[in-house]
Structure formats: C-alpha cells, structure tokens
C-alpha cells in the first residue's frame, strides 16, 4: 500500500521508521565522492543493495535472482540513497523533488524487466518522499555490477 506524505515534516519520521534495514553509509573513496552538491542539485553515486555490510542478494536476473528479489534489491538502494541523502542535507525535508533515478539491473542475456525490478526503487522514493519522489528515470540492463550486486542505483536530487 503506498502512503501520500503531503506533510513534508513527515518525511523523516516515515523514513526513520525504516531503521532496520539502514546501511551505515559506507565511507567514501579517495578518488570518488559519494554526493556531490551543485546549486540546487545534489548528484548522488550510485548505491547497490547492502544491509549492514552484506548484500541483499548476488548474482544477475533472469539467471539466480527472480524479479521479487530484484525488485528488493532496488528498494534497498533506493533506502540507502535517502541515508545518503538525510546525511547530506540533514533532512529530507530539504528534498524538492527527485529528478532523476538511473536504475542498473544485472541482466543475463534476454532478460527484459529491467523497468519491473527498477519499480522497487521507485515506489520506495514515492512511499518516503510523496510526490517529490515522483522522478524521471533509466532502467539500463548490464552484464555485471560490483560486487556481484543484482542492482544499483544512483540519482539526481533537486534541493531546497
């Protein structure tokens, strides 16, 4: 069931009630940074399907990972992505809209629901954020992510 949080005051409070399945935010890299703000537009790197230091699942759909799994798999990143997010404004209150989520989905050959899997990210976004989690989005098919992970996920924020 997806709720309407047209309060944003809600939105931390709807996102803290998903505490459990929060990552720690991975340290950043050297030579990458995990979010980087410019004007009212906050680019985020992508995140793949950790909870705590494992992942969620491995391998590629269509091959060992089924569409539910993948489908979590994007949820997951799209929760770490709103951590990444509250880290760096303090508030997902500060969140204008989402503009833009690019979806990458390990495919094996034929496999075509990379938008099916991409809707686990998506709704999240929508169930945290209300309608500034509605987006423009990619859904891209790839032979293989990091890690193994089935699915990664990065975005594009516009900011208060």
Do not use: Y
Not at 42 to 58: H, P
Not at 121 to 144: K, N, P, Q, W, Y
Request: charged share 20%; proline share 5%; hydrophobic share 50%.
């Amino acid at each position: 069931m997806e709720r309407s949080l047209s309060n944003p005051s809600d939105r931390d409070a709807a996102f803290a009630a998903l505490a459990a399945e929060l990552s720690p935010v991975p340290p950043a890299e050297a030579t990458v940074r995990p979010a980087i703000r410019t004007n009212d537009l906050l680019m985020l790197s992508g995140q793949v399907a950790f909870v705590g230091s494992e992942l969620l699942a491995v391998g590629r759909l269509g091959d060992d990972i089924d569409i539910a799994t993948g489908q979590a798999c994007a949820r997951q990143c799209a929760i770490n992505l709103l951590g990444r997010i509250q880290e760096e404004l303090g508030s997902l209150d500060d969140v204008a809209q989402v503009v833009k989520l690019t979806v990458f989905v390990a495919s094996a050959p034929g496999f075509r629901d990379q938008s099916v899997v991409a809707n686990g990210a998506s709704g999240m976004f929508r169930e945290i954020l209300g309608d500034a989690g509605t987006h423009a989005r990619s859904a891209v098919g790839v032979a293989e992510l990091p890690l193994g992970t089935p699915v990664e996920v990065e975005a594009i924020i516009a900011v208060r």
